[in-house]
């Protein structure tokens, strides 16, 4: 499968898997999974070929690792960034590092310094240990900018933190105390 099909499949596994399944006729549980057999019988009703060898393809080569497949290899998720209701994943809590980071575009700051950064539609802020990838998140949406997270003053305020299995923090909100501008 060359890369523009496997970016292509990655995106429309990201849009049913975090955000759509019904969609398809999906049914995703409370920690995101759904059976790969009804996945692929979904897909076929949209017109995409989908098997098990190209998800496990998708799974392992996608550089954000946004994907993970059950043990007994029936089952697939995405392992962060669900806005859909029926997802309720339980992470478990965790001590987060003093800085981390977030990408958003320019055109966002204002209402981010006046509001601070909400999960919107998302279920959590989703937060970088590092400012590349931030840097490479925010140009998904402009002009971008890195803003600096005080993480362990806000763990140490009470706010939670949660570490995804592809190294993504997630918070449920970031307060504008908490907040610089690089």
């Given at each position: 499968?060359?890369k523009?099909?496997l ?12 955000h ?8 995703l ?17 949209q ?31 995405a392992v962060?960034?669900h ?16 800085v ?9 700051l ?13 279920h ?16 998904r ?35 504008v ?6």
């Amino acid at each position: 499968m060359d890369k523009k099909q496997l970016d292509e499949t990655s995106k429309f596994l990201s849009y049913i898997l975090r955000h759509e399944p019904q969609t398809i006729g999906l049914h995703l549980d409370a920690e995101g999974w759904a059976d790969i057999d009804c996945l692929i019988a979904g897909a076929a009703g949209q017109r995409r070929v989908l098997d098990h060898a190209i998800i496990r393809e998708v799974v392992a080569t996608n550089d954000k690792k946004r994907f993970a497949i059950s043990e007994d290899g029936q089952r697939i998720r995405a392992v962060q960034g669900h806005s859909t209701s029926t997802v309720q994943r339980q992470y478990v809590e965790q001590i987060p590092p003093e800085v981390l980071y977030h990408g958003t575009a320019t055109r966002f700051l204002a209402s981010i310094f006046e509001e601070g950064l909400k999960a919107g539609a998302r279920h959590h802020v989703h937060l970088s240990q590092d400012m590349t990838t931030a840097l490479s998140v925010g140009q998904r949406y402009g002009k971008p900018v890195v803003l600096k997270i005080e993480a362990q003053r806000m763990h140490q305020r009470g706010f939670k933190f949660f570490l995804a299995e592809n190294d993504v923090w997630l918070t449920d909100a970031v307060a504008v105390e908490f907040i610089r501008e690089i």
